[in-house]
């Protein structure tokens, strides 16, 4: 009960604040307005984290770094009569004429804006989209996809060079569509529990208070993903699929869950999917991440041709693997009782300044260690 109480602290702090979020909300309507009266007509909206709840933080570097959140620029009209390149470049400029500097990546525009509050800004991700054909999302069904997420199928510009452009396959909405169905029930039964321990009505709660143990252990694993990987200095697993990993584990387990109990629920499912790594035809049930025929396997939800580990080799596994197991030490291992054992292991887990930062808050240090703690060992080093 305790070392929930304390991984649900140290998350909060971690997630993104309101006045961020209401900010975050301000900047991405004020670019669709910028668009709509310049009679380019646009849908902007959430898309991965921001969307579905699961913000985090983020750490590169040795530091914590801004938050980055993805929105989709979606203009009014279909995939075969719309040119990606045109698309993608009056986005561009509507964001320019209005004072935005903005940087092209490969599928997006980077926007930055200044510092909101606690010394971090943001940036924005504006992806223009349009939507897709319907022949294609007719595939999609074809392919078991839930005609609800099919329906909100996009296609997204996308450029290697900067020079060609082409479609690329998105679907923002139905994603998040696929993860709130999931989600739902652990959401209703963590609203319903705050609401009855602080004794007011479910709209009171604000909302950084409005999260389920679902999307608060995704939460947690991208913030342990990015300091441990950070320190080792190698290829990080991409946030959707740790997303999608926990959610479709999850889907397996009672909703009426703490953190704990889905978080060691979650790394026994990953631990059961590494006997991959000594035995590339086992045969294991019930898992989530599987491998066949020398290829790993996690399918996007709504998309059955995106394998979201395709690239995957048996390094990168082996990788995410020493990850979980440093995971299970730090988190599930660690006796809360060892007091200076339990400091160390939270600054190994989440980074040492940002739990001095916000040691006062912490209820779990019931004192400051005596000695100068160091991290836990790392046997990535070894």
């Known amino acids: 009960m305790e070392r929930n109480k304390n991984l649900e ?24 307005r910028d668009l709509n009266e310049l009679g380019i007509e646009v849908e902007i909206y959430p898309q991965g984290s921001f969307a579905i709840g699961t913000v985090t933080r983020p750490y590169k570097n040795g530091r914590d770094q801004e938050y980055d959140l993805d929105f989709i620029c979606q203009e009014i009209g279909k ?12 986005i561009e400029e509507t964001l320019k004429k209005h004072g935005r500097t ?28 349009v939507d897709e054909d319907e022949d294609k999302k007719a595939m999609l069904v074809f392919k078991n996809v839930n005609p609800e997420y099919a329906k909100d199928a996009i296609a997204i510009t996308c450029t290697s060079d900067f020079e060609s452009y082409n479609w690329g396959a998105g679907n923002a909405k139905g994603y998040t569509a696929w993860f709130n169905d999931i989600n739902k029930p652990f ?81 026994l499912n990953l631990e059961r999917s590494s006997e991959y790594l000594k035995n590339d035809y086992a045969q294991i049930e019930g898992v989530a991440l599987i491998k066949k025929d020398r290829k790993w396997y996690l399918s996007n939800p709504v998309n059955p041709d995106n394998n979201l580990v395709s690239a995957w080799t048996n390094e990168d596994a082996k990788a995410f693997f020493d990850w979980i197991r440093i995971l299970r030490q730090d988190l ?13 292991a939270m600054k190994n887990a989440f980074g040492n300044e940002f739990i001095d930062r916000n040691l006062e808050s912490f209820t779990f240090i019931k004192r400051r260690p005596s000695t100068t703690i160091t991290e836990t060992s790392k046997p990535w080093r070894s």
């Open 187 to 267: 959401l209703d039964k963590a609203v319903n529990k705050k609401s009855m321990e602080i004794r007011c009505s479910i709209e009171e709660i604000p909302e950084i208070d409005k999260k389920s143990s679902l999307q608060r252990v995704i939460q947690i694993l991208k913030r342990h993903r990015d300091i441990h990987f950070d320190r080792t200095n190698s290829k990080k697993t991409d946030s959707s699929v740790i997303t999608t990993l926990v959610a479709e584990i999850a889907k397996g387990f009672n909703s009426d869950t703490s953190i704990m109990e889905l978080l060691e629920f979650v790394i």
């Open 79 to 90: 995939r075969k009569s719309m040119n990606p390149k045109e698309v993608k470049k009056i």
């Open 332 to 344: 599930l291992e660690t006796k809360v009782e060892d007091i200076d054992g339990y400091y160390a």
């Open 9 to 32: 602290e140290i998350v909060k702090k971690l997630d993104i604040t309101e006045t961020m979020r209401l900010n975050a909300i301000e900047k991405y309507e004020a670019i669709a």
């Open 102 to 129: 903005v940087i092209e990546d490969n599928t997006c525009w980077k926007v930055e804006y200044a510092e909101v509050t606690e010394k971090l800004g943001f940036k924005i991700d504006v992806v223009p989209a």
